[in-house]
């Protein structure tokens, strides 16, 4: 089985949100190869800082080489694909609620992943406020999915009608009654991945 690498968002540094899936995860399947990758907490204004995402980017690279299944949230959505955009060839990438143009495309066919499954959710305010920050580049694939030419590596899943909690509907996957929710999604999406690249 591939290393399954998990990559927060920002104002956390994952413990309290997507690394509990993680945990999670780990708990229920044992011999799953988990890893936690690190790159904060940081806030709005480091998220901005293009030269900080391509080289927490390159790190990522560095730290996991290929053929990874990455499982990310928000701005660590961004580094994900900006790493792929590096040259990184992942197996299957997992965006929930990611902070990126909902018209951004993949690499070309056969290069980034194999296959990418975008959880966006319409509720989604933080990825609303995000998006109207005129001088950040957060997008609004959080909230309508992928937008972009026509990819059949990518699917969108989008929340509703599953209810994810919070005031933002922005992190409500890794919390309470929808954390083992999402976790049996992932699974799943991990156990008919076609694997190979």
Not at 156 to 180: C, I, M, R, V
């Amino acid at each position: 089985m591939a290393k399954i690498v998990f990559i927060h968002g920002i104002n956390t540094d994952g413990d309290d949100d997507i690394f509990e899936m993680a945990d999670l995860l780990k708990s229920n399947y044992a011999d799953l190869d988990i890893y936690r990758f690190r790159y904060g907490p940081i806030g709005v204004n480091k998220a901005r800082d293009l030269k900080f995402l391509q080289e927490t980017s390159i790190r990522l690279i560095d730290e996991i080489g290929d053929g990874a299944i990455l499982i990310a949230h928000s701005n660590g959505c961004r580094i994900a694909i900006e790493a792929m955009r590096l040259g990184m060839d992942a197996k299957l990438t997992i965006l929930f609620a990611p902070a990126v143009e909902e018209w951004l495309a993949l690499p070309g066919k056969g290069r980034g992943c194999k296959s990418m499954i975008v959880v966006h959710n319409p509720r989604d305010r933080a990825i609303l406020a995000g998006e109207h920050l005129w001088y950040h580049p957060f997008g609004a694939m959080g909230r309508d999915g992928y937008q972009g030419p026509h990819d059949e590596r990518i699917k969108n899943f989008e929340a509703l009608p599953l209810n994810t909690p919070g005031k933002f509907k922005h992190s409500g996957y890794f919390t309470g009654d929808d954390l083992p929710i999402w976790t049996s999604h992932v699974k799943i999406w991990i156990d008919q991945s076609d694997f190979s690249l």
